[in-house]
C-alpha cells in the first residue's frame, strides 16, 4: 500500500472537513496509525473489518478505542468512498461519570495567593468564565470587550462563537498582567514570539497552585456548579458555557450542593 498517498489525501479532505485544529490533529494521527498497521494491504478497501475490529480490541481504554474508530470512519467516509466498510463496528459506549469539581472557596482562596500575574489569569479565566482550555489558550487581545464587560469566544467547540461575561476582578487582573507582560496577538503567548499558550502548559499551572488530583476542565465543571447554586437559571449556564444541548448542562444539578440539599428524605 502506498502510505503515503493515502496520507496524503485524508489529510486533505481532513482540512477541507472538518475546521477544528484539535479535530484534524487527532484524526490525521489516528488514520496514520491505522494505515501503517496495515500497510501490507493492497489497498484501504482490501483490509478485512474483522481484521479492523481485532486492531481497535488491542487499545486498553474506550475513549482511544471510539477515538480511532472515528477517525477510521472518518477515512473510509471522506477519502475512500467507501462509508458502508466499518458501518456495522459498534461504538463502544463511554461509561455515565458526574463531572468533579472543585471547593469555590479553595478555588478563590488558592487563585487569588497565586503571585505571578499571568498564571493567576489563565486559571482565572477558567473558573470564572468557565472557559476550555483550547479556548483560553486561542483567545485574543482583541476579543475582550472592556465596555461591555464580555469577552467574544471565537471558534470554541463545534466552531461556534459565543459571549461570556467578564468580573470587573477579572478585568483588573487583565489590565495589571497587560502592563507587565505586554502581549501582542494573543491573550498569553507561549515561549516563541507571537506563540500562543499551550494546552499542556495551563494544565501544569493547575497542578502547581491547585495539586496533581486536579486538572484544568475540572475549573469549568466548577465554573457551572458555582452558578447554578448562586441560582443562575440553567438556561443562560447553557449558554455561557456553550453547550448545544441543554441536557449537557443539566448534568451539573446532579453535583450541585444546594439543589441536593432540597430534597426531602424519606426518613
Known sequence: M????????Y????????????????????VSKFLKQFSSA?????????????????????????????????FYKLTVNMPSKISKIP??????TLPQVIDTNFLINRINDIPNLKHKAILMLGFSCGLRVSEVCNLKMQCIDRARMMILIK??????DRFVVMSANLLHTFEEYACEFKPKIYLFNGQKPFSKYTRSSANKLVKKYLGNQYHYHQLRHSNATALLE???????IQKLLGHSDIKTTQIYTHVSKKALSKVVMPM
Not at 471558534?155 to 461556534?160: A, C, H, I, M, P
Open 155 to 160: 471558534n470554541g467547540k463545534g466552531n461556534k
Open 91 to 96: 461504538y463502544p459506549k463511554k461509561a455515565k
Open 230 to 236: 448562586a441560582g443562575t437559571d440553567i438556561s443562560i
Open 42 to 74: 493492497v489497498e484501504p478497501k482490501a483490509i478485512p473489518t474483522a481484521a479492523i475490529k481485532t486492531w481497535l480490541l488491542t487499545f486498553k481504554t474506550l475513549n482511544t478505542r471510539k477515538q480511532m474508530l472515528c477517525s477510521v470512519a472518518s
Open 2 to 9: 502506498n502510505i503515503r498517498k493515502w496520507e496524503h489525501n
Open 11 to 30: 489529510s486533505r479532505d481532513c482540512d477541507i472537513k472538518y475546521q477544528s485544529e484539535a479535530t484534524r490533529r487527532t484524526y490525521k494521527y489516528c
